[in-house]
């Protein structure tokens, strides 16, 4: 996943926290092995060199996330989807060389893309790729899905009072003793969020301009290149891994579109101003509760 992650929580004495955290911690870490598109021996990884050949056992943890990512993928109308690591590889290629891809290494990247080419079977816990060279990209989903996971974590283990922070991702638990909830910046206002998770996503951070046009690092699976537009969202959801994905999804739907996505999925849109008046969503619990937006 490839960020720094950061964890806020309150417990009886400096000793549990430590451990808890710890725990949390190494969680996140687990996760980020299984899900990582850069590792080898990663379960992801694994999966792809399956590709074409039929069901494959995974995890629950691999399997949740897809079956999270194909909800949203449906729901989205196939601007979010996971399956779009063959067209991130290649356009990562190109952004470190500055072109665009050739039209034929477009093409063959975006033959094995498609949400509707990954087959889930729930009873089994079974998942099938349908082509060879198909890959699996958890980037849109996988911090989210991690921040939630460590944020349940720490709940069974007496500390629900907790906050993980994964780049633009944060996931809330129950909020600090005596207030309504944590506080989250969002375009320079403070937004109260608890048993919720606040995701950010677009390219003020990340971007690159190819003979005059500028690109942003998330790619569209629609037409295998980076967003255009200058476009930043930041989403509230009921999880880490809904917000996250709707996030990436929201960074590439019009406005109208992505209203009616957060109001099937039980999330609102916080900011969506052009990328270059966005921050990116930070936690102060420290900061007064009462502030609203």
């Keep these: 996943m490839g960020v720094e992650a950061r964890i806020v929580l309150f417990a009886a004495d400096e000793q549990a926290a430590v451990r808890a955290a710890q725990a949390a911690f ?31 056992p995974v995890s629950q943890d691999l399997f949740d996330v897809l079956w999270r990512a ?24 190109a952004r470190r060389a500055g072109t665009l891809p050739a039209a034929a290494e477009l093409a063959r990247a975006r033959a094995l893309v498609g949400w509707g080419l990954v087959a889930l079977d ?27 996971r460590a944020v349940d974590l720490l709940a069974d283990l007496g500390h629900a009072r907790a906050l993980v922070q994964m780049g633009g991702d944060v996931v809330c638990g129950a909020p600090p003793p005596g207030r309504d909830g944590w506080q989250i910046d969002v375009d320079g206002r403070r937004v109260l969020v608890a048993r919720r998770a606040v995701a950010t996503s677009g390219d003020a951070a990340q971007h690159v301009v190819i003979d005059g046009v500028r690109y942003g690092h998330v790619v569209d699976p629609r037409t295998g290149l980076g967003a255009q537009g ?61 502030a609203g937006p």
Aim: hydrophobic content about 45%; proline content about 4%; aromatic content about 2%.
């Design 26 to 56: 190494a969680e996140i870490a687990r996760l980020e092995a299984a899900f990582s598109d850069w590792r080898d021996d990663s379960e992801l990884s694994q999966l792809a060199e399956r590709a074409g050949c039929g069901p494959v």
């Design 70 to 93: 194909r909800e949203v993928s449906e729901a989205t109308d196939g601007a979010f989807d996971v399956t779009v690591g063959p067209l991130v590889r290649l356009w990562r290629a």
């Design 122 to 148: 729930a009873r089994a816990r079974t998942v099938a790729l349908a082509k060879p060279g198909m890959r699996l990209d958890l980037g849109g989903i996988g911090k989210g899905h991690a921040g939630q």
């Design 230 to 290: 200058a476009r930043q969202v930041t989403i509230e959801a009921a999880d880490g891994a809904t917000a996250d994905a709707l996030a990436t999804a929201g960074a590439l739907l019009a406005r109208d579109q992505l209203g009616a996505v957060l109001d099937g999925l039980g999330a609102r849109l916080l900011g969506g101003e052009p990328a270059a008046g966005q921050r990116s969503s930070a936690a102060h619990p420290e900061a007064d509760p009462g």
